[in-house]
Nanobody, 119 residues
Framework: EVKLLESGGGLKQPGGSLRLSCVAS????????LTWLRQAPGKEVEWISS???????YYADALKGRASISRDNAKNTLYLDINDLKPEDTALYHC?????????????RGQGTQVTVES
């Protein structure tokens, strides 16, 4: 069974930074692409970043320049670093094992970690 467990969310100050982590199990982590999605209150799910099995990274325009996705295959862990946090970054952030043909479409999604950005 594929499991994805996110952590690292919480209440953050505008202008601050955070690191989200996702520990994965149930599949050969190093062989698969991985994705972060987020859903803000009252809004649709938004793709924000993906990383291929080979380490190639992709970012949504909304976070380009402020976010960094990375993976540690030895630890079966996916990371998302975001700096210069803005109130509009407030959302539930999900770690996702995507379908192989489209990294924005989830095959399996974790329960998420809530990030709230406010002063």
């Amino acid at each position: 069974e594929v499991k994805l467990l996110e952590s690292g969310g919480g209440l953050k100050q505008p202008g601050g930074s955070l690191r989200l982590s996702c520990v994965a199990s149930g599949f050969l982590f190093s062989s698969y692409p991985l994705t972060w999605l987020r859903q803000a209150p009252g809004k649709e799910v938004e793709w924000i970043s993906s990383i291929s099995s080979g380490g190639k990274t992709y970012y949504a325009d909304a976070l380009k320049g402020r976010a960094s996705i990375s993976r540690d295959n030895a630890k079966n862990t996916l990371y998302l670093d975001i700096n210069d946090l803005k109130p509009e970054d407030t959302a539930l952030y999900h770690c996702v094992l995507p379908v192989s043909t489209n990294y924005t479409i989830p095959r399996v999604r974790g329960q998420g970690t809530q990030v709230t950005v406010e002063s």
